[in-house]
């Protein structure tokens, strides 16, 4: 199993879940010192590797996952969590932050899967846990970049996952709502600096502890989608889905 985004957050509490299930762990994450820290707290895994990776560098992943396949073997799961938010309205932010985010939320997470299919597809057998957001499903203002590499992960996977049924592929999307995580400290700002403060909803959110055991939940269930939010972000999901009219003047205006 393959976490990237394993530094922190969701990714670090996934990594201690499946640590205890036993499984065969290979984290990645831009910062190494970090990954031996969570290395560190994982019990109970079969073996774990450290591999440091930068997804906003997607024409790195095809070599990153040459030199896993060859070093560690094939890869069963590949849990997609890395990723960057963003604090900053579309006309206060230079295009390189959307650059940077489509680069790192998306294009990374697409090149490493693409690396990944020939193996899993020869063996037929494979998953893809993808953890997106909420945000994957309405527009917020503040995240434009960041709304739209969470749906273009929708679109890629929801399509991936209809082309390769048949070899005995899965995919799980994750959409979480507010989890305490320090995704907003490192959201970016219109000029590309880190935001450095939490959000009030983020600090509110569910532990990641919680959220990585919905998430292997899921998994394991074989579950396509999984929704990890309060009421009030399942409210603003059934809002934009059978009220979009009414959810997009609930939204004009609405400050960072």
């Keep these: 199993m393959w976490i990237t985004g394993a530094s922190s957050g969701i990714g670090e509490a996934l990594a201690r879940h499946f640590a205890r299930l036993g499984s065969r762990l290979i984290l990645s994450a831009r910062r190494e010192n970090e990954l031996e820290r969570v290395r560190q707290t994982c019990s109970g895994a079969l073996s774990i590797s450290i591999r440091p990776l930068d997804l906003s560098k997607p024409e790195t992943m095809t070599a990153a996952a040459e030199s896993v396949l060859a ?55 494979g998953q893809f846990i993808v953890v997106t957001s909420v945000l994957g499903k309405f527009g917020l203002p503040g995240r434009s970049a960041y709304c739209a590499s969470k749906h273009a992960l929708h679109g890629f996977f929801d399509t991936l996952r209809a082309e390769v049924s048949k070899d005995n592929i899965g995919v799980t999307l994750v959409l979480p709502g507010w989890v305490r995580t320090n995704i907003s400290i490192n959201a970016l700002t219109g000029n590309g600096s880190a935001q450095r403060k939490m959000d009030s909803g983020t600090a509110s959110g569910f532990s990641p502890e919680v959220c990585a055991e919905r998430i292997v939940a899921a998994a394991e269930a074989g579950r396509e989608e999984v929704q990890i939010v309060r009421l009030q972000e399942r409210a603003a999901l059934l809002l934009s889905r059978f009220g979009p009219g009414l959810f997009r003047r609930v939204i004009r205006g609405r400050q960072i």
């Design 71 to 125: 070093g560690e073997g094939p890869v069963d799961v590949m849990v997609h969590n890395g990723g960057i938010s963003q604090r900053a309205f579309a006309f206060d932010s230079s295009y390189a932050i959307d650059d940077l985010i489509m680069r790192t939320n998306y294009l990374g997470p697409v090149a490493l899967t693409k690396a990944l299919l020939p193996s899993m597809r020869a063996r037929h057998e």
